[in-house]
Structures are given as C-alpha cells and as structure tokens.
C-alpha cells in the first residue's frame, strides 16, 4: 500500500504449472487499509504473510477471513476491528507479532486452527487458539501478552493437572505464593531458559522462597540457574551435578 485504502482484497490460490502454491504477501509501509462495505478487509484462500516496512493497520467489522488458506501474521500489524481474524473450512493462521484491538474477539474459529507464539490482544486467548510450546500468555496494562516462557509450572488443583507459564522467574514465584495461599502444596517447576546468570533472560541472581508446607521440585532441564534459596519448605532438585546450581 502507497496510501490509505478502502477495499476488500481476496487472497486466491496461486499455483505454477505443477500445482505448487505460492505465498502472497503485502507491504502496508505504515498505512491503513479499512474493509469495504462490511465485507472482510482481507480474505484468504490461499497462502498470505507480510513484509511490512512501518505498522500497518486494518480496520473494519471483519479484519481478515481465512477461507481455508494459510495466514501468518509475522510483523507488527495492527487490527481495528470487530472481529480481527475469522478461520472457516479448515484455514491455518499462525501469530508471532501485531497488535489486536477487536471489540468482540481477536479470534472466532469456526473450522481450522489458530497457533500463538507472540502478540498483544484485548481478550484473554480462548480455548479454540492454541498457544505454541513453551508460550504463555500474560496479562499486562489490561491486555493479555503472548510470549516466550521462562519457566513452567505444573501443580494439581481440584483434581486437574494444570500447566501454566511464566516469562520470568519472579512471576512464577509469586505464582506459586498465590496459588500456596489457595491450599496448593506440591508444584513442579522446569526450566525453559537460564535463569539468573547475566547475559541471559534473567541477569541477576534471584532469591527463592519456599512457603512453608510448600514442596517444590525444581527441574534444571540442562539449564543454569543461579539463585540463593532459603528453603521453608522442602526442595527437590532433578538433573544432574551439572545441570544447575544455588547456595
């Protein structure tokens, strides 16, 4: 895009004489590209990504449809919309980046699959999108944030194995305080990423306390972890010698 557009584009499927599909992309370079006529701004029947130089941005009742192609949204697009992305018959949508601000819902899946591994959305990530392994998702300044964990935390509550996510070390100790506090005791905690050596995710070292009554087992999963522990409760460590240490 060279400016401000009001239209509806259709993404078809693009095929050489063989049959193998070619991926379409677009460049907005910062401009606006608003859906005309309450259609869907974008809808995608083939393969459709971007190479934007500049944030984008799409407004309209419909952001994009996927109609059984295959969409990865890749740079940092920006939806203004009701509905920011619809999958029907079968569609595959893949998320790393961009901003959604959709009013009713970031996603509405009808048939096909939606994967996260980034982006910022106003609505908490429902059941029918899938978080990519080892993301979670975040709440921060009223929006739900999908990044890259740190750690994973896994614990039994009402009788359900539950799985969640931290993309720091303090998060998830605060987590696991919060949840003690519900009358969980026993966590399991593995390591995604070093933590607490500097020049990784986590540069300083960090002080782990375990509540009282609180058993933790603490998988170092071949990461380094630095951190001084004063131990409450009662620390398991799985791993090898190598694998991590703390004082």
């Not at 809808?43 to 969409?71: Q, R, Y």
């Not at 509905?83 to 998320?95: F, L």
């Not at 509405?108 to 429902?126: C, D, E, F, K, R």
């Not at 058993?215 to 009662?234: H, M, V, Y």
């Amino acid at each position: 895009l060279y400016s401000d557009v009001t239209e509806s584009v259709t993404v078809p499927v693009c095929t050489d004489s063989e049959g193998t599909v070619y991926p379409v992309s677009m460049n907005m370079y910062g401009h606006t590209l608003t859906a005309a006529d309450g259609s869907a701004a974008i809808t995608v029947k083939g393969t459709f990504t971007w190479v934007n130089e500049g944030i984008g941005t799409i407004v309209g009742t419909h952001g994009i449809v996927v109609d059984g192609g295959t969409l990865d949204v890749n740079k940092d697009v920006v939806f203004n919309c009701t509905t920011d992305i619809t999958v029907m018959n079968g569609g595959a949508v893949t998320v790393s980046a961009g901003t959604f601000n959709g009013t009713t819902a970031n996603f509405v899946v009808q048939n096909g699959t939606v994967t996260l591994m980034g982006g910022t959305y106003s609505h908490a990530i429902p059941q029918s999108v899938t978080l990519a392994e080892n993301y979670c998702q975040i709440e921060q300044d009223g929006k739900y944030v999908v990044a890259q964990a740190i750690v994973m935390i896994e614990y039994t509550k009402d009788a359900q194995e539950v799985t969640e996510g931290a993309t720091e070390w303090k998060g998830a100790l605060d987590r696991i305080d919060e949840l003690s506090q519900e009358g969980i005791s026993a966590f399991a905690v593995t390591l995604l990423q070093r933590v607490g050596a500097a020049g990784n995710t986590a540069t300083r070292e960090e002080t782990l306390t375990i509540p009282k009554g609180v058993s933790l087992t603490l998988d170092f999963n071949g990461k380094t972890a630095n951190f001084n522990i004063e131990n409450n409760g009662s620390l398991i460590l799985e791993g090898t010698e190598d694998n991590g240490y703390y004082g």
